[in-house]
C-alpha cells in the first residue's frame, strides 16, 4: 500500500518531502552541525599540542573566530520563521564551542588535584622513560623556597612562594607554560619559626562575581593564617582576611599549611581555634559566611577533601564533618583513639575518599585507619587498620583496589608500599634502593613518586612487587624535597625549593629536544 504524502505546512500543496524551504532548512541544520563538529575537532587538536605557543595561538584563534563566524552565518542564513531553530541552535552552538574552546578535563586548580586524592586525569603518557632519564622542557630558578605544589589552569602557572626579597613575607607567582613570570604579588606574613617557607598550594576559583566584575581568581592561605585572593589575570589584590587571630586560630609546630577548598562561592579555611574549627570566607569579598563550632582541637597541617556538600577535615585529634551550606558540625570522631603507637598529634595527609570509605593516615609510626562513613550523619565505624602504611606527609593514592604510598620509619627514611582497599592486607613493604619515603601520585594507570631524600623520581608499575619501571634524578633547586608533583596535559610540574621545571611525558623526542 502507498503512504499518501503529507502536504508540507508552510506551503499548501508542496509535498512536505520535496518542499525547497523545509530542505533549506534541513540544509542549513546541517552546516551548523559540521561547523559545530569542525570547531571542536580542532579545539581537540589544540588540548595535545604540547608547545606552549603553539596552543596558545591556536585556542586564541578558536575562541575569537568561532563566535564571530557564528553569528554571520545565523545573520545571513536564516529567515524570520526560523526564530526558533535561530535561538535553539545559536544558544547550543555558542554554548557548545565556548566551553570546548576555554575549558580543559586535566586543569589543576587545588593541591594534589580536582579531586584533592593525587590523581590526574590524563591519558597517552609514556609507560617508560628514556634509560638517561626525562630532560626537563625548561626550569625556572628564581621563584623563592617554599614546599607548595603548582595550579595549572589554561595557559598559566600559579605558584606560592617565599618572598625572596623579604623572607617575612610570602608572594605568590604566574608564570606562563614556557616557565616565563608573568606576574607577582605579596600575600602576607610567612611563617618565621621552624622550617620557614611558603606551604599551601594555591586555590584557582573561576567566574567569581565581585563588585560590578566577574573575574577568575586565585587564593592562597599564608603560614601566619591570612588568606589573600587575587585577581588571576594580573595579580591585582582582591581583598585579603586574618583567619587566625579574630577566631583564637592555634597553629602547630609549622604554622598553617593547609591548602584551601572552595565551593559554591565559599572558601573554606581551618584556623583551629577556640572560637572555630572551620570558616566559610566569601570568595567575593572576603566576609565570613558562617564558622563552625570549635572543636577544642589543635591544628594539623591537612587540606580538606569535599563529599558532595560534606567537608571533611582532620585536626590533631579529630575527623570530622561538617555541612558545606551552613557550618553545621555533622559527626567528629576521635582519629586518636584508633590509631597505632603513641599518639603524636601530627596530621599532614589528605584522606582517601570512595563511596561511603574513608581512609586516614599519619605517620610517625601511627599507621592508618579505612573507616565507613555511616548514613544518617551518624559517624565513622573501623573496617580495618594497617601498621605498615603511615605516609609522613606524601600522601597516598588508590588505584585498581589498592592504596599505594610510603611509610615512615624515621624523618630521613621509609619504604614503599601497596595495602589492599577492602581488606588492610599489605600486598609489598619494599625499600627503593638506598632511597628513602616521599609524595606520590597517579596518571594513567601508572604511579609516580618523588623521593624526598635525593630527589628521585620513579614511575612504578602497579603489580604486586614494587617494581620501578623508569627513574631520573632532580639536579636543580635547594632545600628538603617536599613539594608534590602535579601532571596537566601531559606535562609534568616538578618543584624543589626555589625552583620549577617541567617534563614532557608523552614524547621522548620532544622531551630530549627541549633541554
Known amino acids: 500500500m502507498i503512504r499518501p504524502i503529507a502536504d ?263 584556623p583551629c581555634g577556640n572560637q572555630a574549627s572551620v570558616v566559610a570566607l566569601r570568595a567575593s569579598n572576603g566576609d565570613i559566611a558562617w564558622q563552625a563550632p570549635s572543636n577544642g582541637d589543635n591544628c594539623a597541617y591537612v587540606s580538606p577533601i569535599l563529599d558532595g556538600k560534606k567537608l571533611i577535615q582532620l585536626t590533631s585529634t579529630y575527623v570530622f564533618c561538617i555541612d558545606t551550606d551552613n557550618g553545621k558540625m555533622l559527626w567528629k570522631h576521635s582519629y586518636a583513639q584508633d590509631a597505632s603507637g603513641k599518639w603524636k598529634g601530627i596530621n599532614c595527609n589528605t584522606p582517601l575518599l570512595k563511596d561511603n570509605q574513608l581512609f586516614v593516615t599519619a605517620g610517625y609510626n601511627q599507621g592508618g585507619v579505612m573507616y565507613e562513613i555511616l548514613p544518617a550523619n551518624k559517624g565513622l565505624k573501623v573496617l580495618w587498620k594497617t601498621d605498615d602504611l603511615d605516609p609522613h606527609h606524601g600522601g597516598a593514592v588508590q588505584l585498581n583496589g589498592r592504596i599505594y604510598g610510603s611509610n615512615w620509619i624515621n624523618n630521613g627514611n621509609g619504604n614503599w608500599l601497596s595495602v589492599d582497599w577492602n581488606t588492610g592486607k599489605t600486598i609489598y613493604d619494599t625499600k627503593w634502593d638506598n632511597l628513602g619515603k616521599g609524595s606520590i601520585i597517579t596518571a594513567d594507570g601508572m604511579i609516580y613518586i618523588y623521593e624526598e631524600k635525593r630527589g628521585t623520581i620513579g614511575l612504578v608499575k602497579p603489580t604486586d612487587q614494587f617494581q620501578v619501571v623508569s627513574q631520573f634524578q632532580i639536579d636543580f633547586g635547594s632545600r628538603e624535597h617536599w613539594s608534590h608533583p602535579v601532571i596537566s596535559d601531559g606535562i609534568l610540574y616538578v618543584r624543589h625549593g626555589d625552583a620549577l621545571a617541567a617534563y614532557d611525558l608523552r614524547s621522548k623526542k620532544r622531551t630530549a629536544s627541549r633541554e
Request: hydrophobic letters at 35%; one cysteine or more; charged letters at 25%.
Open 8 to 270: 508540507c505546512p508552510n506551503h499548501v500543496g508542496h509535498p512536505s518531502s520535496i518542499c525547497p524551504k523545509r530542505n533549506r532548512q534541513k540544509f542549513r541544520a546541517i552546516r551548523y552541525a559540521r561547523f559545530l563538529v569542525s570547531n571542536i575537532i580542532k579545539t581537540l587538536k589544540c588540548r595535545f599540542i604540547t608547545t606552549p605557543v603553539r596552543r596558545r595561538r591556536c585556542t586564541s584563534v578558536i575562541q575569537h573566530a568561532a563566535p564571530n563566524r557564528l553569528s554571520i552565518m545565523i545573520r545571513n542564513n536564516m529567515t524570520k520563521k526560523d526564530s526558533r531553530m535561530k535561538g535553539s541552535l545559536a544558544i547550543v552552538l555558542l554554548g557548545t564551542l565556548l566551553v570546548a574552546g576555554t575549558s580543559n578535563a586535566s586543569d589543576v586548580m587545588q593541591f594534589r588535584g580536582q579531586s584533592a586524592q593525587g590523581s590526574y586525569d590524563e591519558s597517552g603518557l609514556l609507560k617508560q622513560w628514556p634509560e638517561d632519564g626525562l630532560k626537563p622542557m625548561w626550569v625556572n630558578p628564581e621563584l623563592g623556597a617554599g614546599w607548595s605544589s603548582v595550579t595549572k589552569v589554561k595557559d598559566r602557572l600559579y605558584v606560592n612562594c617565599e618572598d625572596a626579597t623579604d623572607r617575612k613575607k610570602e608572594q605568590v607567582i604566574c608564570l606562563d607554560l614556557d616557565g616565563k613570570k608573568i606576574w607577582q604579588t605579596q600575600t602576607g606574613n610567612a611563617w618565621d619559626k621552624s622550617y620557614p617557607a611558603a606551604r599551601s598550594t594555591p586555590t584557582f576559583i573561576p567566574q567569581v562575581k565581585t563588585g560590578s566584575q566577574t573575574i577568575d581568581m586565585v587564593v592562597v592561605l599564608t603560614g601566619q593564617g591570612e588568606v589573600a585572593c587575587f585577581n588571576a589575570k594580573d595579580g591585582a589584590l582582591i581583598w585579603s582576611k586574618d583567619i587566625a587571630t579574630p577566631f583564637g586560630g592555634k597553629p602547630g609546630r609549622w604554622g598553617y599549611a593547609e591548602s584551601l577548598t572552595a565551593r559554591d562561592g565559599l572558601i573554606f579555611a581551618t
